[in-house]
């Protein structure tokens, strides 16, 4: 084969090709079909690749955070453990299951104390939350100024017992009086709404009023069995 056998060819008549160019183009063509192949092949593998490398460094940092909380274990049960006795002396400072009526009396004589008309005063069931502690809505209206309110926020303040009062739904506006009546005094407000206060529930409370599995034993029955 010789390179003038590659010179005028005619690519119409490729039959007409000698021999030893017709093996060139063949072995040319074989050659390229590898090339794209592996090319091909090479190019998904790749990509494969790059998502495999960006897994392992996700993998190694959640081992590596896994790691650390697993060193760290008994410490983490420490504080939490910790946490825990801090919040139950907490919740021991709210007013107990027999302490709530007096409570609410004190709250109430509080208001009158303070020189405020309270129109209503008018406690709610309770609802256990969480299993550790309860709330109680009260629905109340009351008026008088803003000192008058002050001095009661003061006094609730003042009691023995935490008294914690959450607001829902509680409008405090310049009081109206009705049609045909005189107008309402300089500076009177009114103070209506609902309010929510908490107390401690003990943990045999708590057990009695979480739902019962189905087909475990009333408590009084597993007290006797024991």
Not at 105 to 117: K, Q
Not at 158 to 179: E, F, G, W, Y
Request: aromatic share 8%.
């Amino acid at each position: 084969m010789k390179l003038s056998d590659f010179r005028n060819l005619d690519r119409n008549n490729v039959g007409a090709w000698p021999d030893g160019v017709k093996y060139t183009a063949c072995i040319l063509l074989f050659a390229l079909l590898l090339f794209v192949g592996w090319y091909w092949s090479i190019s998904g593998q790749s990509d494969t690749l790059v998502q495999k490398q960006k897994q392992e460094i996700e993998l190694k940092k959640d081992f590596h955070d896994k790691q650390l909380k697993v060193v760290n274990l008994e410490k983490l049960k420490t504080q939490l453990d910790d946490m825990r006795e801090i919040l139950r002396q907490l919740l021991r400072q709210l007013p107990g299951k027999t302490e709530m009526p007096e409570l609410l009396d004190d709250v109430s004589r509080s208001a009158l104390s303070a020189g405020l008309d309270v129109q209503l005063f008018e406690p709610g069931a309770e609802a256990i939350q969480e299993g550790f502690y309860a709330e109680k809505p009260i629905k109340l209206r009351m008026l008088g100024n803003y000192h008058q309110f002050g001095s009661f926020i003061s006094a609730v303040a003042a009691l023995p017992r935490v008294v914690i009062l959450t607001m829902h739904d509680v409008s405090l506006k310049p009081s109206q009086q009705p049609t045909g009546k005189l107008p309402a005094s300089p500076g009177q407000l009114t103070l209506e709404g609902t309010v929510k206060t908490y107390r401690y529930v003990d943990e045999d409370e708590a057990e009695a009023a979480a739902p019962k599995k189905p087909g475990a034993p009333n408590a009084p029955a597993a007290k006797a069995a024991r």
